[in-house]
């Protein structure tokens, strides 16, 4: 058997190991050095090819090409992010959200919304915002059963990874989904404090209604801002709402912030884009603008 290649999906790192996930096996891998010298570090979710050894173990011999890939948490290949969102408790933070979404969708990453603890508050409104700005938005708070299954059904093929602010109860929706999670939640996860879950490495979990979903114990705003700089330019491309009035501006140029003649503007005045959304996308702009170039 020596000497013969594989291909499969890394499902878990730990120091020096790989689990690829080949069709018949789960195989322990160690990686070639080669990766460290070209600053290429094989992520979680990355298709790999692997040679096995007569051990019965593998070495990772190359990194196929990648979809899209996250440094927090750190994944390739993702094929959707959950971005959780609460009701209230904490209250939604729309720049925050808006933000997270606009950098998936730089990166390539289709987004999909939960909104948690709906049977604390009203979560129509919210829901209204998000579908309306082109979102599949599914209300998963306490006593949803509908909503949970029509989350899980919208995991159920490819890989997906949860996002949110600390306090949303992604620990709590993960547990829902599948409960041999057993995710720490609310106090107990607060007293396990953040170092723990900071360094934990992250794994794929097959879902028992099919997919794969990364056992993140998901990451602060702070940690996801950091890693995202969308220019300027691109800004608006990542606001899907958008879309169907880019090509009505007047100027090539515009970026629908003040102009005269601007699609966005007008779609904005005529309530067919949110103001909390055009919001978002001023402050966003403005921010993009005070970076330099040299500066990415
Ligand atoms: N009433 C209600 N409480 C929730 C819901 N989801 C989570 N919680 C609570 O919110 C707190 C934070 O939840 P947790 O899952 O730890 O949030 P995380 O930090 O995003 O993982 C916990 O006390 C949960 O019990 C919900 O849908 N309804
Ligand atoms: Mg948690
Ligand atoms: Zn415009």
Redesign the pocket.
Known sequence: MSGKELVGRIWKATAGFYYVKTQDALLECRARGVFRKEGSTPLVGDMVRVSLTPDGKGTVSEILPRKNSLVRPPLANLDRMVL?LSVTDPEPNFYVADSYLAILAHRGIDAIIAL?????ADPSELKQLYSGAGYPVYVV??GEEEGLSALVNALSEGVSAFC?N????????LNRIDPRLALP??DT?RKLGRGRHTTRHVELIPLPGGGLVADT??FSSIEMLRMGHIPKDELAFCFPEFAPYLDKCQFNNCSHTKEKGCGVLQALEQGQIDPRRHESYLRLYEEAKQVREWEV
Do not use: F
């Open positions: 959780v948690t603890k709906s049977d604390l708070g306490l949110g600390s306090g949303v109860g992604k620990s709590t929706l939640t609310g996860s114990p998901g």
